[in-house]
């Protein structure tokens, strides 16, 4: 993973450096999404990493992407299929959407509860997290009866677990040292 990173960056950050210039933050992330799904389907696959010369596999995948890419999109496919760099595009995508995060002072932040949340609970957390972080949260919310109760809130870095389970292991932890 660490070396898929290394070889996307310079893609994500050349690609969010032109967004930026060009007011295209979010034309661009919806662009490099599209594309890393593409990348990813499963009959793609092999023909990214197979032996077609690099004109005719960026050509293959533009069409298959269609008018989702714009020309400065097809450029960059272009570039990096010469570099032989295409199977790298859902990390591409994962790093210009972290950049895009931090450009715009947002976060998401995966929230695992032992029940469903309401609405108003949510609200609830994303403003806690709000103002903890000084960034705009985007709340991504699934649910693990395994908690028993509460919830484990992931933010970056960040993780807080209010969770009975995890409360549980802690004072396992603690019994057996």
């Known amino acids: 993973m660490a070396e898929l990173t290394t070889i996307a960056r310079p893609y994500a950050k050349a690609a969010f450096d032109f967004a ?25 696959k092999p023909l ?12 293959l995948f533009i069409s298959v ?9 097809q450029n960059l496919i272009k570039v990096m299929a010469e570099n032989g760099r295409l199977e790298v ?4 995508s994962e790093l210009f959407t972290g950049y895009r995060n931090e450009w715009a002072k947002e976060v998401e932040a995966s929230v695992v509860s032992a029940i469903e949340l309401s609405s ?22 699934s649910t693990d009866t395994t908690l028993i109760a ?3 809130i992931r933010a ?13 292991a802690r004072l396992s932890d603690k019994l057996q040292s």
Request: glycine share 10%; with cysteine; hydrophobic share 45%.
């Open 20 to 44: 930026i210039e060009n007011n295209a933050v979010d034309s661009w992330a919806e662009m490099l999404n599209f594309a890393a799904l593409v990348s990813e389907n499963e009959s793609m």
């Open 65 to 73: 992407c269609g008018e989702q890419v714009n020309t400065q999109g």
């Open 120 to 141: 108003e609970q949510q609200q609830q957390v994303s403003v806690s997290l709000e103002k903890r972080l000084a960034r705009k949260v985007k709340l991504n919310c």
């Open 89 to 92: 595009l859902a990390a591409v």
């Open 150 to 152: 509460g919830m484990i």
């Open 48 to 59: 990214l990493t197979g032996g077609l010369a690099s004109g005719k596999l960026a050509a």
């Open 156 to 168: 970056g870095d960040l993780v807080i677990d209010g969770s009975v389970s995890g409360q549980l």
